[in-house]
């Protein structure tokens, strides 16, 4: 089974493989539920070789400088209560923090940025995740597993109301209890992938830029 085959048999609530090709910075999205995902103009390679082995799949290589991709939350995902994310790709090499996938970022308020969930290295390296509890509360994972390698990896987070669990290359890495699940992030560029943002009301500005390849991610209302 193909890598796409596996992710649409789970029922993504959206779905990005960066087949994105040279003239467009639009990249559909593959679930089919219409969450369409927007590049910036820089900071960017199209058309590369892509990690999955799928026939006629690409990758986008992020440059670590300023390229950024966004798209907005869907509402299954705003009112769930069990969410993962999916992402597979490379880290080339890490300057600051970087975001790899982040969804249900809330720009609500004055650098509210607790609620939704992440996946993304730290400054110096440390791959984490977290997930915002009921509270608003983060409820944070960091594995002891270096991916800034340059090397092709499989990467998910999981919340299911009661653990936050992080998986690396198909195996389970490590976990954290978390009291339930706040996504209420719903509204316009509320997903990033390859870089995070930053609110200052009513400034946004983009930060946390990958150096690597992005060749599949998802989000799922299901953990």
Known sequence: MTFEAEVLADSPACYWQHRVTGGSNIEADASGNGVNLELSLSGWTPDQPSLSGDPGDFAVQF??????????????????????????????????????????????????????AAIYLENAGDLSAYVCDVNGDVQKVTSAINIVDGQPHHLAVTADGTTIRLYVD????????????????????????????????PFFSYSYFQNGKADETAVYASA
């Open 63 to 116: 440059l670590g400088t300023d390229g950024w991709s966004k798209a907005t939350t869907p509402a299954v995902v705003s009112n769930a209560t069990t969410v993962t994310l999916e992402w597979a790709g490379t880290v080339d090499a890490i300057v600051d923090s970087a975001v790899l996938i982040w969804a249900a970022y809330d720009q609500s308020g004055l650098g509210s940025q607790f609620s939704g």
């Open 170 to 201: 198909g195996a389970e890495d490590v976990t954290a209890p978390c009291n339930g699940l706040k996504m209420t992030g719903g509204q316009t560029d509320s997903i990033f992938v390859g870089s995070g943002a930053l609110i200052w009301n």
